[in-house]
């Protein structure tokens, strides 16, 4: 496969995999604003504060954005063009990479892709936003599943369903890392302020945030402990958005792609991120509660970030 069009495929995913998250922690954002008033938007915790982080628009929000209400916040971060980290520019991106590899991809793929671009550019989308914020971050979410759908059900398992596997879940496990670091670190800081929400209350908000609430309950069946949510989380092999599992699709990918042996890695981020799967197979919730939980999500991150370097310099041009 020509390394552009490896590039484009791997870039693509994690654009609309970034997006489908920010449009879940907004929503999720909107919703906690009736559940837990408490938890207050500046907090490090609160989905609107992960977004940015995300995004890595935090600089450009306290420059352009240091007064302004919720509002003008959430259209910043969703339609404005001259931010280069809003959902409609990243999904514009999205598609101009989509575009450049329409062979690959499959008409149904791309027609996904570049609905979702034009809907969000037509008046409709705003008018949507400002009657239901709810409605119009659930569409996008379905758009980008929508997506993954045809890709899962079209593509043959070979190189090109490899680039997008890899680059959704090399994005995924970042981004599920920040969202439980800065979840955990705003915990740890919070200690003894009396105003701070219900502990049970921000734990269940994380497992929302990772549309994760639903399936946690099924296999945990006990409260909303600390414990429990990091195990399923973080240590979970069988759930699509935990940290574990997707750093083992990572992995699998990466071995497809470059066609090592069964005991060998072929390339730096394959061992990367083997070492990774290795460390979460064998380590337990107890035992990463007592090392630091913020430190070893602080390590997932940087793993995550090194792997993705060697991704492309090992397979991309520049």
Known sequence: MLSRVAQNLYWMSRYLERVENVARLLDVGLDLE???PSLRSEDASSPVQIAIDILSCRDLVQTRHAASDRGELLDFLTFDRTNPQSIQSIIAVARENARGTQESLGAEAWSAVNRLYLRLRGRRALKLYRASPTSFYAS???SCILFDGHLHNTLPRDEVYHFTQLGRFVERTGVLARVLYAHCLDLAQARGDAEI???SVRWTAL???CSAHAAFLRFER???????VVRFLVL???FPRAIRFCVGRCRESLHEITGGDDDEYASEAERLMGRLESDLRYIDAGEILERGLVSFLDGVRITTDR???EIRRSFFLG
């Open 307 to 309: 792997a993705a370097d």
């Open 207 to 209: 497992l929302r945030i």
């Open 222 to 228: 006990d409260r909303v402990e600390p414990i429990s």
């Open 197 to 199: 929400a219900p502990r």
């Open 140 to 142: 996008i979410k379905q």
């Open 236 to 238: 979970n092999p069988d």
């Open 34 to 36: 009736l559940d837990a």
